[in-house]
């Protein structure tokens, strides 16, 4: 609790207040519910990110250190529960031209997403590596042992969220539900 003023100009320090109000503990600080409602411009919305700077060690540059200082996350548990993987796909110098994955951790699903290289190609004279979306990161445990700890259990191809948006109901899918199991679009009249 930071400090606050109130009319007379006062104010009183971290600490001093204190709420009894319990049901309120859990609520969604939002007046309505929409995955990026309020988000535009802000810099609360990810958390406290702390990652290497590589200045001790350039092979950790970008790699996250914590989380709202924290290096696991209660959205999953065991390793599913880890933050790790890069903040925003920074990487250390030459990583993507010997590895043939990376990791982005995503804040907004408590997870990293995992990325698999597609192509080398040349875009205006420079080298690039170009990764894509690995098939696996919304698979249930059925399709990808590894995803085991996620609790997905729900038809490959969706994750749920749920615990990592303040308990809202949250699913997350690749577009049209891309590599998703059938049953997602059978669900629709003409499918998607």
């Keep these: 609790i930071g400090s606050s003023l109130d009319s007379d100009d006062d104010y009183f320090e971290e600490g001093e207040y204190e709420d ?14 929409g995955w990026f409602y309020k988000r535009n411009g802000t810099s609360w919305s990810d958390g406290d990110l702390s ?21 696991r996350t209660d959205a999953f548990p065991g390793d599913c529960g880890l933050v790790r993987g890069s903040s925003d796909g920074l ?10 994955s990376i990791s ?4 907004d699903l408590c997870r990293p997403l995992h990325f698999t290289r597609s192509t080398t190609q040349d875009v205006h004279g420079i080298p ?14 059925s399709v990808c042992a590894e995803n085991a700890c996620y609790n997905n259990n729900i038809p490959s191809g969706v994750q749920n969220v749920t615990k990592c948006k303040m308990d809202s109901p949250a699913f997350v899918s690749r577009p049209h539900f891309h590599l998703a199991d059938p049953f997602y679009k059978d669900q629709f009249q003409y499918g998607v």
């Design 20 to 33: 009894d109000d319990e049901e309120d503990l859990n609520k969604v600080p939002m007046d309505k519910f």
């Design 51 to 71: 990652m290497h700077t590589g200045v001790d060690d350039m092979s950790l540059l970008g790699k996250i250190a914590s989380w709202n200082k924290r290096t």
């Design 91 to 100: 990487f250390p110098p030459g990583l993507t031209s010997s590895t043939d």
């Design 104 to 107: 982005i951790y995503s804040t």
């Design 128 to 141: 690039v590596q170009k990764f894509d979306l690995a098939a696996s990161n919304f698979a249930n445990s």
